[in-house]
């Protein structure tokens, strides 16, 4: 893929075409080399799980890059890209990503459907939620089970596509893996290995059925591949996940309309539940890429005013993350304890000593004389004052309070899970066994070469970076939330009632244990 500008400059020297193609070839070689060079500065640098990764993983992605770099001279573009999107993807970090030059960046690949998984006793098995409008099929619709991928039983199709994938941790992987099974991201696959599969499915009466389907494209504009990269300083955020979400909202218009009991703020969503256990207050938060942050907790406060005291759920599955302080705001509305925020840590280098603000900057130079692998601990703001900022409002909501997570909790959600959790303000149901394991602030390219003098890499390819690590606080003071996550009081297994009729058995699960806290709420804290 030679850089078209190149290519004419190339042809209006009236050089022989065996000249012509080696400059393009040296050209596209040194381009290589200047991305691995400076994926290779920043891992050793700045990337501040590596040790952690390391030991963890087992995995070595510096001699992977060096090894790279020495073998260029006799490798395609494709096998390049696929070498560094792999060495990123060993991380097990969706922080710390390579994103391929145009046009792989814009361009993804789709199917025609959805698929998400369920429960039936211990038994999982995956059924087709969504189908989209222009697909028509007799036998093939929403509610159908899928069996078979390419004749792979499905759960061992999904087992195998987690090890393109890697999240920070099992549950993560797989569903991960899940998501991109029917929608596939450019940066994280390039193009599909299948030109078309086939899918083996069961309907509802028992029969069995396969179909043969295309991959589709679906172009992103190049302006919404990659967040805004000057406001990457407070953010914890899946990019990846974001975009897929976009991807799905476009394609599947269900998805992107609320539920009629379902009330649209601009930030989240909020409804009145009816039970079996009686009434319950609802939000719903999609995302905490939230720009104004006041107006966000002060359209939260005056719903909160409105909902039943007898408690309040709180939905933040598949919130990938956003900015750290919307969430550790919202943690205030809920409690009358001083929320005390996370602490966050560079890694002590030279190199982070030139990129890193205050105070984390007098901490990285006092570690020449200790030798602390890692700085001191700030608030996301790197200013105390922030802990005024996000307990300005104080308590609001007065009812016992449930959060219900998933394994795409991600970032700054789960910043806000931690701090929900160390600051025991409720129970919290999960329906995995963990949040995704994201805890660190992200940079992306933009944020990290200026600082250092470096330029844009070559045809827009980009990294993101997780640059400093969260720990946690109260109870759990010093714990780390990357691979871990956030582990819920309670597991709540989705049924097929759930995954087609909009959460309903979830709601129940988490309306009895509401109804189980209402007395105890009001207890006072020397009887517990």
């Given at each position: 893929?030679?850089d078209?500008?190149?290519?004419?400059?190339?042809a209006a020297m009236?050089?022989?075409e065996?000249?012509?193609?080696?400059?393009?070839?040296q050209?596209?070689r040194?381009?290589?080399?200047?991305?691995v060079?400076?994926a290779?500065t920043?891992?050793?640098?700045?990337?501040v799980?590596?040790?952690?990764?390391?030991?963890?993983?087992?995995?070595n992605?510096?001699?992977?890059l060096?090894?790279?770099k020495?073998?260029?001279v006799?490798?395609?573009?494709f096998h390049f890209?696929?070498?560094m999107?792999?060495?990123?993807?060993?991380?097990?970090?969706l922080?710390?990503?390579?994103?391929?030059p145009m046009?792989?960046?814009?361009?993804?690949?789709?199917?025609?459907?959805?698929?998400?998984?369920?429960?039936e006793?211990?038994?999982?098995?995956?059924?087709?939620?969504h189908?989209?409008e222009?697909f028509?099929?007799?036998?093939f619709?929403?509610g159908?089970?899928?069996?078979?991928?390419n004749?792979?039983?499905?759960?061992?199709?999904?087992?195998?596509?987690?090890?393109?994938?890697?999240g920070?941790?099992?549950?993560?992987?797989?569903i991960?893996?899940?998501?991109?099974?029917t929608?596939?991201?450019?940066?994280?696959?390039?193009?599909?290995?299948?030109?078309?599969l086939y899918i083996?499915?069961?309907?509802?009466?028992?029969?069995?059925?396969e179909?043969r389907?295309q991959w589709?494209?679906y172009?992103f504009?190049e302006?919404?591949?990659v967040?805004n990269?000057?406001?990457?300083?407070?953010?914890g955020?899946?990019?990846?996940?974001?975009?897929?979400?976009k991807?799905?909202k476009?394609?599947?218009a269900?998805?992107s309309k609320?539920?009629?009991?379902?009330?649209?703020?601009?930030?989240?969503q909020w409804?009145?539940?009816?039970t079996?256990?009686?009434?319950?207050?609802y939000?719903k938060?999609?995302?905490?890429m939230?720009?104004?942050?006041?107006?966000?907790?002060e359209?939260?406060i005056r719903?909160?005013?409105?909902?039943?005291?007898?408690?309040?759920?709180?939905?933040?599955?598949?919130?990938s993350?956003?900015?750290?302080?919307?969430?550790?705001?919202m943690?205030q509305?809920?409690?009358?304890n001083?929320?005390?925020?996370?602490?966050?840590?560079?890694?002590?280098t030279?190199?982070?000593l030139?990129?890193?603000?205050?105070?984390?900057?007098?901490?990285?130079?006092?570690?020449?004389?200790?030798?602390?692998?890692y700085s001191?601990?700030?608030p996301?703001?790197?200013?105390?004052d922030?802990?005024d900022?996000?307990?300005q409002?104080?308590k609001?909501?007065?009812?016992p309070?449930?959060?219900?997570?998933d394994t795409?909790?991600y970032g700054?959600?789960e910043?806000f899970?931690?701090?929900?959790?160390d600051?025991?303000?409720g129970?919290?149901?999960?329906?995995?066994?963990?949040?995704?394991?994201g805890?660190?602030?992200?940079?992306?390219?933009?944020d990290?070469?200026?600082p250092?003098?470096?330029s844009?890499?070559?045809?827009n390819?980009q990294?993101?970076m997780?640059?400093?690590?969260?720990?946690r606080?109260?109870?759990?003071?010093g714990?780390?939330l990357e691979d871990?996550?956030?582990i819920?009081?309670?597991?709540?297994q989705?049924?097929?009632?759930?995954?087609?009729?909009?959460?309903v058995?979830?709601?129940?699960?988490?309306a009895?244990?509401?109804?189980?806290?209402?007395?105890?709420?009001?207890?006072?804290?020397?009887?517990f």
């Amino acid at each position: 893929m030679a850089d078209y500008k190149l290519d004419s400059v190339v042809a209006a020297m009236g050089l022989t075409e065996e000249q012509k193609k080696q400059i393009i070839e040296q050209s596209i070689r040194e381009e290589r080399e200047e991305i691995v060079e400076q994926a290779l500065t920043f891992i050793e640098n700045i990337y501040v799980h590596l040790p952690l990764k390391r030991a963890r993983s087992a995995v070595n992605p510096l001699q992977r890059l060096q090894l790279l770099k020495y073998g260029l001279v006799k490798m395609n573009e494709f096998h390049f890209q696929q070498q560094m999107i792999g060495i990123f993807t060993e991380l097990r970090d969706l922080h710390t990503v390579y994103l391929p030059p145009m046009p792989y960046q814009s361009i993804n690949f789709v199917l025609p459907f959805l698929m998400e998984e369920f429960y039936e006793g211990n038994q999982r098995f995956y059924v087709v939620s969504h189908v989209h409008e222009d697909f028509e099929h007799p036998n093939f619709h929403k509610g159908v089970i899928i069996t078979h991928w390419n004749g792979i039983p499905i759960e061992r199709a999904i087992e195998l596509n987690s090890m393109r994938i890697y999240g920070s941790n099992e549950n993560s992987s797989r569903i991960h893996s899940l998501n991109s099974m029917t929608v596939r991201s450019g940066s994280k696959y390039l193009v599909p290995d299948e030109e078309w599969l086939y899918i083996s499915y069961l309907t509802t009466n028992k029969e069995h059925y396969e179909h043969r389907f295309q991959w589709q494209t679906y172009d992103f504009p190049e302006n919404q591949v990659v967040g805004n990269s000057k406001v990457s300083g407070s953010l914890g955020i899946d990019f990846e996940a974001i975009k897929l979400q976009k991807i799905k909202k476009g394609l599947f218009a269900a998805i992107s309309k609320s539920d009629n009991q379902i009330c649209d703020e601009t930030d989240f969503q909020w409804s009145i539940f009816s039970t079996d256990y009686g009434e319950f207050g609802y939000v719903k938060i999609p995302s905490f890429m939230i720009y104004d942050q006041q107006k966000f907790i002060e359209n939260l406060i005056r719903v909160l005013e409105d909902l039943p005291r007898d408690g309040l759920i709180i939905d933040v599955r598949g919130n990938s993350g956003g900015y750290i302080e919307a969430g550790e705001m919202m943690l205030q509305l809920f409690t009358a304890n001083k929320i005390q925020p996370e602490l966050f840590q560079f890694i002590n280098t030279p190199t982070t000593l030139k990129i890193a603000p205050e105070p984390w900057k007098s901490s990285i130079k006092s570690s020449l004389h200790t030798g602390n692998v890692y700085s001191m601990g700030y608030p996301i703001s790197g200013n105390y004052d922030y802990i005024d900022e996000i307990n300005q409002h104080g308590k609001k909501y007065f009812g016992p309070v449930i959060l219900i997570t998933d394994t795409l909790s991600y970032g700054a959600t789960e910043i806000f899970a931690a701090g929900f959790q160390d600051h025991a303000i409720g129970t919290i149901i999960g329906i995995n066994g963990n949040t995704g394991g994201g805890g660190a602030n992200v940079w992306q390219y933009d944020d990290l070469f200026h600082p250092l003098g470096f330029s844009a890499l070559p045809r827009n390819a980009q990294i993101t970076m997780a640059v400093k690590r969260s720990l946690r606080v109260g109870n759990h003071n010093g714990f780390n939330l990357e691979d871990c996550g956030v582990i819920p009081d309670y597991i709540h297994q989705m049924t097929r009632n759930d995954v087609l009729n909009g959460n309903v058995d979830l709601i129940e699960k988490a309306a009895s244990i509401l109804a189980n806290m209402k007395g105890l709420h009001h207890l006072p804290l020397e009887l517990f």
